[in-house]
């Protein structure tokens, strides 16, 4: 009895019971992806509480680049999504107060086989609204020895760290989303999820996992053969100019799977493994990109395991400077932050399953959360409401 007492004082002290306990739909998780469910399922009407076993946002979705890229998303839905996110990126950041840092995307060509590529998705239907720059018309801060650069008009760029908690208040504030933190989610059952709170009930449940496993649906992660990625990030002091876009470069054309289909891409992975085998055996590719008080957030390696360390070798973030150098004119980056982050990868860019009638388990496993989360929670509001898929879905 007094173990149980003990308990029951836990509770109490960690929960009002007064609170409500019954919604239309619950979501577990207040990453990017339930946010976006959260997003979704509110703006279809129902009634939304989000458990989350976090105070605030301290995952993936606050380490990220908060880049929404469109530009070598993969063909197909994929990128279908990216677009569709874009244009729920714009009216949220407007109407939660969230400032949009930079638009479009350089994604510059150190070497001939890497323009080829660019110049070869440019032409095609992946290239729509995108051109390719040659010698003085990229411009400064581009180094000089970058051959040509494609121009994308399509990405957005936000402050994660603070785009995130804006996104939430504004749903709790402006939507009637209740948001429910330091509750940790033991079970789900049909209706019902059984939380370190206590019981809740909704007839539609999503789950957003993130990196977390094991907790949840362990048995649907291990058949997917999800694992984790570890990456590494920095933040560069400001240099002094203005980025006119976020940048990457040659290494970023063989992770992303939008350029897959190039001609000239066998071959630029060729001279990359000649060249620069180190930083493929780190999954490193550059991203670049400017805060509003002129410093970069530069990016970034992948590490797999099931458990990756936390730790961050040097040799990996001199590798991710080293590229930086060969395409910006930074000569000596001054690195004044340094983290990692951690989340979800498998075979598949995403994935929702049905583990039971009325709830659905949701994954974006391959660091895409960002860019494709907010149509991928339409797909999944949809589908759970019996709704005719959105337009995004389909093929033009």
């Not at 999800?226 to 100019?241: E, F, N, Y």
């Not at 630029?268 to 055996?281: D, F, K, M, T, V």
């Not at 509003?292 to 936390?310: E, I, K, N, Q």
Request: aromatic letters at 6%.
């Amino acid at each position: 009895m007094a173990e149980s007492a003990a308990l029951f004082g836990h509770m109490v002290l960690c929960w009002d019971w007064g609170m409500e306990r019954e919604f239309d739909c619950l979501v577990v998780g207040a990453g990017i992806i339930g946010l976006a469910h959260a997003l979704a399922a509110a703006r279809r009407g129902l009634r939304v509480g989000v458990l989350e076993r976090e105070a605030r946002a301290i995952g993936a979705s606050v380490r990220n680049f908060g880049f929404i890229t469109v530009t070598g998303q993969q063909a197909g839905i994929t990128w279908r999504r990216s677009m569709r996110s874009r244009d729920v990126w714009a009216e949220v950041a407007q109407a939660a107060g969230i400032e949009v840092v930079q638009r479009g995307l350089l994604m510059c060509a150190r070497r001939p086989e890497a323009l080829r590529c660019l110049e070869e998705l440019a032409a095609g239907p992946m290239g729509e609204g995108c051109q390719v720059l040659r010698g003085n018309a990229i411009g400064h801060p581009v180094h000089g020895d970058v051959l040509g650069a494609l121009q994308s008009p399509h990405e957005l760029r936000v402050e994660s760290r603070t785009a995130i908690p804006l996104l939430t208040a504004w749903l709790t504030q402006a939507r009637g989303v209740t948001l429910v933190p330091r509750v940790a989610v033991h079970a789900v059952g049909p209706g019902v999820v059984e939380t370190s709170a206590g019981r809740f009930g909704a007839p539609h449940i999503v789950v957003c996992p993130g990196s977390d496993l094991v907790t949840l649906f362990p048995e649907i992660t291990a058949r997917r053969q999800i694992t984790l990625c570890k990456l590494h990030m920095l933040r560069v002091a400001a240099p002094g100019w203005k980025l006119p876009a976020p940048v990457m470069s040659d290494l970023g054309l063989v992770r992303y799977l939008g350029y897959a289909g190039c001609a000239s891409l066998p071959a630029l992975r060729a001279r990359l493994e000649a060249e620069q085998a180190a930083w493929l055996a780190d999954g490193i590719h550059l991203i670049a990109v400017q805060s509003a008080d002129g410093s970069l957030v530069v990016g970034d390696s992948h590490h797999y395991a099931d458990s990756p360390d936390p730790f961050q070798p040097r040799d990996v973030d001199d590798r991710m400077l080293a590229e930086l150098r060969a395409v910006l004119d930074i000569p000596a980056p001054e690195v004044i932050e340094r983290w990692v982050g951690v989340y979800p990868s498998g075979p598949d860019v995403a994935f929702h399953e049905t583990p039971m009638p009325g709830a659905r388990l949701v994954m974006v496993t391959s660091g895409t959360g960002a860019s494709t989360g907010f149509a991928i929670a339409e797909e999944t509001i949809a589908d759970l409401l019996g709704l005719p898929a959105p337009t995004h879905t389909r093929e033009r």
